[in-house]
């Protein structure tokens, strides 16, 4: 029997996006194409594949046993391919899409931003929001390629590399009436503390850093990004416990002064993934590399 390989892509973006409008998007393709190429599919594979549902598609018992072989299929013939493909970066044109957690959007990005604009002016980066789900980023499919931050229970599909280890430290205003140039144990449990709500994991992380110190923290005000905070805690009494490259940023500000957590609060992995099929694209394999160097120069 002969196959469409051409079809392949798209049974994988059906089986990710499980809607036609979206699958469609993804590959390029108007709805009424990727409609004629869903009934080629179920010809070629003899059955149904995908049963419309009130909100969207849902695979059927077919696809869901074909989908890994096809998945791990176009992968291997991908890094075949994109192996043999020699990568230019200071020549290069190409769009990334890359989606980091508020810490690395803060730390990171700013640093990667400028090593490309002086080894590879050609590569752009398109940000697009991390969440709390890696599907939600994209890269599980395969559209985002690298997620950036704190990764927790990766699929199959996915390969992780771990970036580094970041601690906390803490941040009040420089003239603070009570807290002079170290912070005791009973002076943080006495101050009121601005929260941050995303990343939800590092959130989570220090919470646990907490609790296993018995360290009780009274959050007056919860932010929802590191940008607020500084204007936060310059104004208020308050106290924020942030990630030590953070601090090191606000020591720029004369407002603030960056003393040691009272308690030993540990440390949070900040980590990279991205798809498996993009292993051996010398392009990705390039990016990941500029990536690792760069966090690994922030954290020496």
Same mark, same amino acid.
């Given at each position: 029997m002969r196959y469409d390989l051409n079809l392949l892509p798209i049974f994988v973006a059906l089986m990710d996006e499980r809607s036609v409008t979206r699958a469609a998007e993804r590959v390029g393709m108007t709805q009424p194409a990727l409609s004629n190429a869903l009934s080629r599919l179920r010809l070629m594979l003899q059955d149904q594949l995908f049963i419309r549902e009130r909100y969207g598609i849902q695979p059927t018992a077919v696809a869901l046993e074909l989908a890994p072989a096809i998945a791990d299929a176009l992968a291997k013939l991908d890094d075949t391919v994109l192996g043999q493909q020699g990568f230019d970066p200071a020549k290069a044109e190409r769009v990334f899409t890359i989606a980091p957690n508020g810490y690395v959007e803060f730390v990171l990005i700013p640093a990667i931003v400028a090593r490309l604009q002086q080894v590879a002016p050609g590569i752009k980066l398109r940000l697009t929001p991390y969440g709390n789900d890696l599907v939600e980023t994209g890269v599980v499919s395969g559209t985002t390629a690298l997620v950036l931050g704190r990764i927790v229970d990766p699929p199959d599909n996915l390969v992780v590399q771990h970036l580094m280890d970041e601690s906390l430290?803490?941040?009040?205003?420089?003239?603070?009436? %009570?807290?002079?140039? @170290?912070? %005791? *144990?009973?002076?943080?449990?006495?101050?009121?503390?601005?929260?941050?709500?995303?990343?939800?994991?590092?959130? @989570?992380?220090?919470?646990?850093?907490?609790?296993?110190?018995?360290?009780? *923290?009274?959050?007056?005000? +919860?932010? %929802?990004?590191?940008?607020?905070?500084?204007?936060?805690?310059?104004? #208020?009494?308050?106290?924020? #416990?942030?990630? +030590?490259?953070?601090?090191?940023?606000?020591?720029?500000? $004369? =407002?603030?002064?960056?003393?040691?957590?009272?308690?030993?609060?540990?440390?949070?992995?900040?980590?990279?993934?991205? $798809?498996? *099929?993009?292993?051996?694209?010398?392009? $990705?394999?390039?990016?990941?590399?500029?990536?690792?160097?760069?966090? =690994?120069?922030? +954290?020496?």
């Amino acid at each position: 029997m002969r196959y469409d390989l051409n079809l392949l892509p798209i049974f994988v973006a059906l089986m990710d996006e499980r809607s036609v409008t979206r699958a469609a998007e993804r590959v390029g393709m108007t709805q009424p194409a990727l409609s004629n190429a869903l009934s080629r599919l179920r010809l070629m594979l003899q059955d149904q594949l995908f049963i419309r549902e009130r909100y969207g598609i849902q695979p059927t018992a077919v696809a869901l046993e074909l989908a890994p072989a096809i998945a791990d299929a176009l992968a291997k013939l991908d890094d075949t391919v994109l192996g043999q493909q020699g990568f230019d970066p200071a020549k290069a044109e190409r769009v990334f899409t890359i989606a980091p957690n508020g810490y690395v959007e803060f730390v990171l990005i700013p640093a990667i931003v400028a090593r490309l604009q002086q080894v590879a002016p050609g590569i752009k980066l398109r940000l697009t929001p991390y969440g709390n789900d890696l599907v939600e980023t994209g890269v599980v499919s395969g559209t985002t390629a690298l997620v950036l931050g704190r990764i927790v229970d990766p699929p199959d599909n996915l390969v992780v590399q771990h970036l580094m280890d970041e601690s906390l430290a803490c941040a009040v205003r420089a003239d603070h009436p %009570t807290v002079g140039d @170290a912070m %005791t *144990r009973v002076q943080f449990e006495a101050l009121k503390h601005v929260n941050i709500i995303p990343p939800g994991r590092m959130r @989570a992380g220090l919470f646990q850093a907490l609790a296993q110190q018995e360290v009780k *923290r009274e959050v007056a005000i +919860s932010v %929802t990004n590191f940008f607020a905070v500084a204007e936060m805690v310059a104004v #208020t009494d308050y106290c924020a #416990t942030l990630p +030590s490259l953070i601090c090191r940023r606000l020591q720029q500000d $004369h =407002r603030l002064k960056i003393l040691a957590a009272p308690v030993d609060l540990g440390t949070f992995p900040v980590e990279m993934a991205w $798809h498996v *099929r993009y292993r051996q694209d010398p392009a $990705h394999r390039w990016l990941r590399g500029l990536v690792a160097e760069v966090a =690994r120069e922030l +954290s020496a």
